[in-house]
């Protein structure tokens, strides 16, 4: 509640209070109540004045002295304790020579016919007032609620947008790292903004808007305060579910109002996060065109057709789900230019954990080259996460700066899930989990073109892991080779052979690791073309939604029920070779997997330098133990 309105209420509940005093003004500060007996004696004794008589009362002044005789002890003490004059009040009788008496003891009286409007209006208006009070006040916190910068309902149809100058951003393009390419798309709006002549005068014109396409936590909202800050403008930001209301017709109106807004305060830039809330494609679902949501688009469609461009306002709009928008949203004179942010690379990674360990104290023992190398598809915000975390857990142990195994530590935590100290497995369990686990790292260690491993663990983590095996690639790749999806085929179900191997029994804890390689042997077949009995076809039946983002209904199959039978026939052989290959892989190294184990068995966690000393001492070939490119960390985990 603002100043202004906050001054409003009190002010009705001041005059309320205001003529509530006026009322008791007039009334004696002490009225004793007689009984009529009482009420004729004290006037035989001469000790009333003043006696006004209406509807059956009689009120008046009280002389204290005297009435010993006629009052009971109670009623003059009363008198006593309140001090200063004294009114009365009595219930009259029928008396006929009542007015005979007044005369004789000479007392002035009269009757008047009260006015009671004043007590007709305070009980007629004041609750109304009350009530509206009450009301006005759970507006007002309605509508901040729902209105989160303070537009209350009697503001609905106002654009909630929030106004940041330059200074307010606080953020540059040097606060922005590993999407060089997306900043120098961007550069350009700053240059437009800036020195829109120099485009002018060879007859350009201004994009109208930049559409800011990436996965969450890449650094569309990031870039888009970067410009604003870059460009020295203000810069309207708002989400897209902002514009969306349960009264018709309001979402429009905050879409005009805030177009509205960005000319009278141009030069400057919009900003519209999550625009897939707003921009939904038209004509979608079963409540036909006339949906809220469709006027709202409908109206931010004709307002960027009527925008004029060289008035220097340019429309930044973010989101990750470009499939779902609208194509006329999408087309040029609207949303001129698209750009697409993707994770970012070995490099970008460097990049970005250089930017966020700025104000951060770190120990000369912290590589971040190897961080990087270490969190594959890490976007912005996670590698953020992974510095605030590292930080955390060094300010709780006290430390005066963080090093390496504080990153390592929250690495764990985001990648495998927080540890689960007070989970104690049975020594079967614990055994079968560790040469699980040993698996999967010694034949990773065997195959040339599989992961380097960086760390097994046994310690259970998460919700339903008991171990893993992290490995991380050398460098980034973007094509995987058929020989490299053979070997991650076989590092996916080394722990599982493991346990056939060394107990002749299985456990449950292979069910991930099962589904992923039957997932990427279906994918071979189907999708890459990489079955000589198939051929070069793609069997792709993805499932189609019945709605935009509705339920999804089986795609109708494109093959014949023969080519069914064959790809699973397919699928099957692809990974009967992969378990027949680390069948012989682990029965040759049999006593390296029972070290392994062991050390596992015995340590908890296995770390690179440890397992290279174990491989070192081990009689498999050095040629088998190359180390590749391939899975993000975590993925040999069972």
């Known amino acids: 509640m603002d100043k202004k309105q906050t001054f409003s209420l009190w002010y009705v509940l001041a005059a309320l209070v205001g003529l509530i005093l006026m009322q008791e003004l007039f009334t004696p500060r002490h009225t004793q109540t007689l009984t009529y007996s009482e009420f004729k004696q004290a006037l035989v004794a001469g000790k009333l004045d003043d006696v006004v008589i209406a509807d059956g009362i009689a009120t008046g002044k009280l002389r204290a002295e005297g009435l010993e005789q006629i009052l ?14 004294h009114g009365f009040a009595t219930v009259l009788v ?6 005979a008496q007044l005369d004789v003891a000479k007392v002035r009286y009269g009757s008047v016919r009260e006015s009671k409007w004043l007590g007709a209006l305070i009980s007629w208006v004041a609750p109304a007032l009350v009530f509206f009070g009450i009301w006005w ?9 729902m209105g989160g910068m303070g537009h209350g309902m009697l503001e609905i149809g106002k654009s909630k947008a929030r106004v940041y100058m330059q200074t307010e951003t606080g953020v540059t393009f040097k606060d922005v790292a590993g999407i060089d390419e997306a900043r120098e798309e961007l550069m350009e709006v700053v240059e437009f903004l800036k020195n829109p002549d120099r485009y002018k005068r060879l007859g350009g014109k201004i994009p109208k808007g930049v559409l800011i396409v990436g996965a969450p936590g890449t650094g569309k909202t990031l870039l888009a305060k970067a410009v604003a800050g870059e460009a020295g403008v203000p810069f309207l930001s ?8 349960m009264f018709v017709g309001v979402g429009a109106a905050r879409v005009r109002d805030l177009f509205e807004q960005a000319a009278a305060k141009a030069p400057c830039i919009v900003f519209i996060d999550e625009i897939d809330a707003l921009g939904k494609a038209r004509g979608v679902g079963l409540s036909g065109g006339h ?9 931010l469609l004709a307002e960027m057709d009527g925008f004029d461009t060289n008035r220097g306002v340019i429309i930044l709009a973010a989101t990750n789900r470009p499939e779902v928008l609208d194509p006329a949203l999408l087309r040029p004179g609207r949303f001129d230019r698209h750009i697409a942010i993707d994770r970012p690379d070995l490099i970008g990674r460097r990049q970005i954990l250089e930017v966020h360990v700025k104000h951060v104290k770190l120990a000369p023992s912290v590589d971040l080259a190897v961080l990087a190398a270490r ?25 005066d700066a963080v090093d390496m195994q504080d990153f390592e530590e929250a690495l764990d935590r985001i990648v495998a899930g927080l540890e689960k100290k007070n989970r104690v497995m049975n020594p079967t369990e614990r055994k079968f989990v560790a040469f699980h686990e040993a698996g999967h790292a010694l034949v990773a260690e065997m195959r040339k073109n599989a992961d380097r491993v960086t760390k097994v663990s046994i310690i259970p983590r998460g919700i339903a892991a008991l171990g893993y095996t992290q490995q991380s690639p050398t460098e ?10 053979l070997d991650r085929l076989d590092v996916l179900l080394a722990g599982r052979v493991a346990e056939q191997l060394v107990f002749e029994d299985v456990s449950t804890g292979a069910e991930n690791d099962l589904q992923r390689a039957t997932d990427l042997a279906r994918h071979m077949v189907t999708h890459y073309g990489m079955s000589e009995a198939l051929g070069l076809a793609t069997y792709d039946a993805r499932p189609a939604p019945l709605f935009l983002n509705g339920p999804t209904l089986p795609e109708p199959r494109t093959f014949s029920e023969r080519t069914a039978e064959a790809i699973d026939g397919e699928v099957r052989r692809l990974l009967d070779e992969a378990r027949d290959r680390v069948t012989q892989t682990l029965r040759t190294n049999r006593e390296t997997l029972e070290a392994l184990a062991a050390l596992l068995l015995e340590k908890e966690v296995v770390d690179r330098a440890m397992l290279d000393s174990l491989m070192a001492a081990s009689t498999a070939p050095a040629q088998l ?7 993000p960390p975590g993925d040999g985990a069972s």
């Open 72 to 85: 009971p002890k109670v009623k003059l003490e009363a008198l006593k304790r309140a001090g200063g004059e």
């Open 94 to 99: 029928n008396d006929p020579g009542l007015v």
């Open 137 to 145: 006040f759970l507006m007002k916190r309605m509508g901040g609620a």
């Open 238 to 245: 708002l989400s897209g579910s902002e514009f969306v209301e």
């Open 291 to 299: 949906e809220e949501h469709e006027q709202t688009l409908n109206q």
């Open 375 to 399: 969190t594959p598809g890490f976007a912005g915000a996670d590698l953020a996460n992974l510095v605030n975390e590292a930080t955390l857990r060094a300010a709780k142990r006290g430390k």
């Open 476 to 485: 980034d790749r973007y094509l995987m080779r058929r020989s490299e999806l």
């Open 625 to 631: 133990r190359v180390a590749a490119v391939a899975l």
